[in-house]
């Protein structure tokens, strides 16, 4: 982002005490919420593995659909490690203690192979030019997603080979300093966020990649040696199939609407769950909340919402309604590639944030 261009934020008005307790943030909620995300990988990780020790050639007709199944739902919820609970955590906003907070990013980036050096270089500037074009290769608009077709139904239900594919290019030439593989997103947008004139943030990058390399592969070579090859698939890369519920979660949070704009309600979308995928993505269907008060910590969220509703507009309920108005938004824009949605949004005299402002709350510096 360049020097001349500011963006001026619009904000909803919050007052100041009210936001002073919506940013606190607490080693217990956070722990609230990893202990039992960690416990469910860890279950349904052992189940997919005691489920492989008991394939065997007398009981193979029903014990490889177990398999299958157990897989299924162990990378439902894995899935969600890297981009959501490395997003928030690349905040620094979950845990009261910094080093907690760093311990536990490394552990979710480590298990999802999540390149969490480079999402926060990225992220930070996602926050501050949301959706601007040259601005923001975080998110880029329209995103003209190929929602039609069996490859796609293929793609979230089971596994993405190109994207694992390409994932594994993008850690071996990272492991040697550079940016020029895609990952989680374009290589020119890293070489942007993770420049060559910023040798101490490359050096974090090169040596985050070097331990993720190392450390999977010598993981890998114990699971062979020990006879455990399956683990390869259960934890190497257990984060990266059967994607298709954090795509239902999070394709809604910028689809459709309008690039350019400085209102987030015009370029983010909330919507409102029930307890499990609001579990699983960290409260981050309150995308409008988070982008226009990125320093408020995931689980004070639904309580910034109650704060300041009279001031956003509606939001569905639930992913199947989220999903039936997206739907035709979709559809339209697939024939009208200049088209987005513009919501009604409430004519009220709000507060204002400058870029500057943004970056520095979403990287909590």
Not at 28 to 42: D, E, G, H, T
Not at 69 to 84: S, W, Y
Not at 158 to 182: H, K, Q, S, Y
């Amino acid at each position: 982002m360049s020097d001349s261009t500011k963006i001026n934020w619009y904000r909803c008005k919050v007052d100041r005490a009210v936001m002073s307790e919506l940013m606190r943030k607490s080693d217990a909620k956070a722990l609230a919420q990893v202990i039992p995300n960690l416990v469910i990988y860890a279950t349904t990780g052992t189940l997919a593995f005691l489920a492989f020790r008991n394939v065997s050639s007398d009981n193979w007709p029903w014990s490889v659909p177990l398999v299958l199944l157990a897989l299924f739902v162990h990378g439902t919820f894995a899935r969600f490690h890297g981009g959501i609970a490395g997003h928030e955590l690349s905040h620094k906003t979950p845990f009261a203690t910094p080093w907690l907070n760093h311990v536990v990013m490394r552990t979710y980036a480590f298990i999802s192979l999540f390149d969490y050096v480079g999402f926060r270089a990225s992220h930070i500037r996602h926050h501050q030019s949301t959706v601007h074009a040259d601005q923001d290769g975080e998110v880029v608009l329209p995103q003209g997603l190929d929602w039609h077709g069996i490859r796609f139904v293929l793609k979230q239900l089971i596994i993405d080979p190109v994207r694992v594919w390409n994932m594994i290019r993008f850690w071996i030439a990272a492991a040697f300093g550079r940016t020029d593989r895609d990952g989680y997103f374009s290589a020119a947008w890293l070489s942007q966020v993770v420049p060559e004139s910023n040798p101490k943030l490359r050096r974090e990058y090169r040596n985050w990649a070097r331990f993720m390399v190392f450390g999977h592969l010598t993981l890998a070579a114990i699971f062979i040696a020990t006879g455990h090859w399956y683990l390869i698939i259960i934890f190497t890369f257990g984060c990266h199939y059967c994607g298709w519920f954090e795509a239902l979660c999070g394709i809604p949070q910028h689809i459709g609407l309008a690039p350019n704009v400085n209102d987030f309600r015009l370029c983010c979308r909330t919507y409102t769950c029930s307890w499990l995928p609001a579990f699983c993505y960290w409260n981050m269907q309150y995308h409008i909340e988070h982008h226009m008060f990125p320093a408020v910590p995931f689980y004070n969220l639904p309580k910034l919402r109650a704060a300041i509703k009279d001031d956003l507009p509606p939001a569905p309920h639930g992913l199947w309604a989220t999903w039936r108005e997206l739907l035709p938004l979709m559809r339209r824009q697939r024939e009208e590639p200049g088209y987005f949605f513009v919501p009604q949004v409430p004519q009220n005299a709000g507060d204002h944030a400058d870029d500057a402002t943004l970056l520095r709350e979403a990287a909590q510096a």
